[in-house]
């Protein structure tokens, strides 16, 4: 059973940098698609980026491109969210996600993703 774990989102202020880290365990996901997904209270999760099992392939929301940089290391089983220039807006609970067949491709709705961490909180203020 494939366990993700987020971390690294706190407060920050508008402007600021963070990154956050997905940390998978249970069993190796170097041949599995990853995510990160984000939610505000009330509203549907929203996609925000996707990586490639190799990592070379990644795909960005129109909302974050340029601001945001997904990554992974799949010696260390991680995946990371790098987020610059934060706005009030990208406040939101933000979770990992992964696909459990190999070598699938998902598209960007997050019912193509089967396991979920359980979210780590970013907050931003103006």
């Known amino acids: 059973q494939v366990q993700l774990v987020e971390s690294g989102g706190r407060l920050v202020q508008a402007g600021g940098s963070l990154r956050l880290s997905c940390a998978a365990s249970?069993?190796?996901?170097?041949?599995?698609?990853m995510g990160w997904f984000r939610q505000v209270s009330g509203k549907e999760r929203e996609f925000l980026a996707s990586i490639s099992w190799s990592g070379r392939s990644t795909d960005y929301a129109d909302s974050v491109k340029g601001r945001f940089t997904i990554s992974r290391n799949n010696i260390e089983n991680t995946m990371y969210l790098k987020m610059d220039n934060l706005r009030p807006e990208d406040t939101a609970l933000y979770f990992c996600?992964?696909?459990?067949?190999?070598?699938?491709?998902?598209?960007?709705?997050?019912?193509?993703?089967?396991?979920w961490g359980q979210g780590t909180q970013v907050t931003v203020s103006s």
């Open positions: 996600a992964a696909v459990s067949e190999l070598w699938r491709v998902p598209g960007r709705a997050s019912n193509e993703y089967d396991y």
């Open positions: 249970g069993e190796s996901l170097i041949n599995n698609f």
